[in-house]
């Protein structure tokens, strides 16, 4: 046989394989609470697992290695996660502080700082190494700060830091 074709059968074997999933170069920092979403999420991937896994043949390979995929990035996580204390100032900006800020507009937005992989925009979950999250992360309440957006800078105003509810 040709080396062509078994290099052939060995990319269309590694073309079944998902994408690794990345795991980011900053700490992990999280919340408790955060530590808990990834503690569950860890959970029903071993039960997906184990489910796919009883099915044996019939079982939809594809979504197998998409599980195991998902469970190693993870188990990573959990392993990695370095657990913040609960955000009790409300005179500086910290990892679980809730926060309610001006832009330069005069909208008001209220976010909260959490781990990267509990932060939900859509719920004002905002990750702490984002740039509005080092923007803010530190901030005393009534100081301008510099938000650095790929859309254009913008300061500004922290007017409210309630610590985490």
């Known amino acids: 046989m040709s080396r062509a074709f078994v290099n ?4 269309a074997a590694q073309a079944d394989q998902p994408v690794e999933r990345r795991v980011s170069d900053q700490p992990n920092y999280v919340t408790a609470s955060g530590l808990r979403q990834l503690q569950e999420r860890v959970a029903e991937l071993n ?16 979504r197998l290695a998409e599980t195991e995929r998902d469970l ?3 188990t990573a996580r959990v ?5 913040v204390p609960a955000a009790t100032s409300s005179r500086q900006v910290q990892i679980g502080s809730w ?20 932060a939900d ?11 509005l999250g080092r923007a803010l992360l530190g901030a005393g309440q009534g100081d301008e700060v510099m938000w650095r957006r790929p859309a254009g800078d913008q300061m500004i105003e922290v007017v409210v830091i309630e610590s985490e509810s």
Do not use: C, T
């Open 72 to 74: 190693r990035y993870f």
């Open 121 to 131: 925009a859509g719920r004002g979950l905002i990750n702490w190494g984002s740039p």
């Open 79 to 83: 392993q990695s996660a370095q657990v």
């Open 8 to 11: 052939e059968d060995q990319a």
């Open 99 to 118: 926060v309610r800020f001006l832009d330069e507009q005069g909208q008001e937005q209220r976010v909260q700082l959490v781990g990267e992989d509990e």
């Open 47 to 62: 039960a997906l697992r184990s489910e796919l896994h009883a099915q044996g043949d019939r079982a939809d390979k594809q």
